[in-house]
């Protein structure tokens, strides 16, 4: 409960701060299956600052909707710098929108290696000036607790890190 009530507060501030901005956010979205446009979407009035987000849970929608490299995806897996980078990248192309966030991660309880055990997700955070992004951040987490504790403290780290980005911009 204490994990809902933060993420809402988050989704809150997040309105916020891209409504005085008159900004646009969007998401790709793997091992959160929506849980981020979830999130977002339940602050009433996010129509006025959501553009969308793709749920892209298997590696073709990743690669022909969000344009990530299929040798990447190969190489690195979905779980991995390179493809969530293309991911925010990729739907910032999509989208009509000033920031995005990309999500991909193993959520368990099964899945997991001993180079990326469960827990282990991978976000984006990404800029853009008219369509080319402009900055894009990526860190590795490793999350704790079931599948459900692992999306949730990925769409909470999402949030927060999109709100960070968008607050160090100007108005």
């Not at 849980?35 to 022909?64: H, P």
Request: proline share 3%.
């Amino acid at each position: 409960m204490a994990e809902e009530l933060h993420i809402s507060a988050l989704a809150e501030s997040l309105g916020e701060e891209l409504h005085k901005r008159k900004w646009f956010c969007t998401a790709a979205e793997s091992c959160t299956g929506g849980g981020i446009a979830a999130a977002i979407t339940a602050v009433a009035g996010a129509s006025n600052w959501f553009e969308g987000s793709v749920v892209s849970y298997a590696n073709r929608i990743k690669r022909d909707l969000l344009t990530v490299d299929g040798d990447d995806l190969e190489t690195f897996g979905a779980v991995s710098e390179p493809v969530v980078r293309q991911m925010a990248s990729g739907v910032l192309a999509l989208m009509d929108a000033q920031v995005a966030v990309a999500v991909s991660g193993i959520a368990g309880p099964d899945g997991g290696t001993a180079e990326k055990p469960v827990g282990t997700v991978w976000i984006a955070w990404a800029h853009s000036v008219g369509q080319e992004p402009v900055y894009i951040d990526a860190q590795c987490f490793r999350f704790s607790g079931d599948r459900a504790a692992v999306q949730a403290q990925t769409v909470a780290e999402a949030l927060r890190g999109v709100l960070e980005l968008v607050r160090e911009h100007p108005e």
